[in-house]
């Protein structure tokens, strides 16, 4: 299966909000609600910040939400903080035990 | 705490073999489905494989299956990952990581620092 798409990058100022889409396909984000979205640091391993559409694991700040309509998931961080520049990329499981990654998109805070 | 630690990267030739490495600690690491993750350099991540964590059954991406293989020891809390005939397109840093909840292996929680491989002649 091809990986879900995202924009390639996105960008926001301190305190504003912005949100990440992640398009996949009626075989994958529009048929399963296992969607997350990880957040990334320069030469860090990944972050699980959402999972189940739009669930926070413990320790991950309420800034971060998830949504899905359709076939599009999405991200949205609120209230952005320098820290919060990094790469995100989305996840949804697409059966028979696949798991299929979004392209990565690169927030930048202004 | 959680803790995975990949081993085993390396510079392989293409069409060599290389066995990858992730000792876990932490948790009870029998009750628990594992993953490898791959990235290419500069590149977005890719799901490779994932084992049950009794062993009994293996899932691979389509671009790794049949030369890939996933283990594990529970015995010795090894998560592995053979890779025959290596190819350019398999240089990344791969990451083991361990599922979310048991029986929840839709999402990676923990992840290892990773393990680079390069191939190249």
């Known amino acids: 299966q091809s990986a879900l798409t995202q924009p390639r990058s996105v960008s926001g100022s301190p305190g504003q909000s912005v949100t990440i889409s992640c398009t996949g396909t009626s075989s994958n984000v529009g048929y399963y609600d296992y969607v997350s979205w990880y957040q990334q640091h320069p030469d860090k391993a990944p972050k699980l910040v959402i999972y189940d559409v739009s669930q926070r694991p413990s320790g991950v700040p309420g800034r971060f939400s998830g949504s899905k309509s359709g076939n599009t998931a999405s991200l949205t961080i609120s209230g952005l903080q320098a820290d919060d520049e990094a790469d995100y990329y989305c996840?949804?499981?697409?059966?028979?035990?696949?798991?299929?990654f979004g392209g990565g998109t690169k927030l930048t805070v202004l | 705490q959680v803790q995975l630690v990949e081993s085993g990267g390396g510079v392989v030739q293409p069409g060599r073999s290389l066995r990858l490495s992730c000792a876990a600690s932490?948790?009870?690491?029998?009750?628990?489905?594992m993953h490898w993750v791959r990235q290419a350099p500069g590149k977005g991540l890719e799901w490779v494989a994932l084992v049950w964590s009794d062993g009994t059954k293996k899932y691979y991406a389509d671009s790794v299956k049949g030369r890939f293989t996933i283990s594990r020891d529970n015995s010795k809390n090894t998560l592995s990952l053979q890779i025959n005939s290596v190819r350019a397109e398999d240089s990344a840093v791969y990451y083991c990581a361990r599922e979310f909840l048991t029986g929840y292996y839709y999402y990676f929680h923990y992840w290892g620092q990773g393990t680079l491989v390069t191939v190249s002649s």
């Open positions: 996840c949804s499981y697409a059966g028979s035990y696949n798991l299929i």
């Open positions: 932490g948790f009870t690491f029998s009750a628990y489905d």
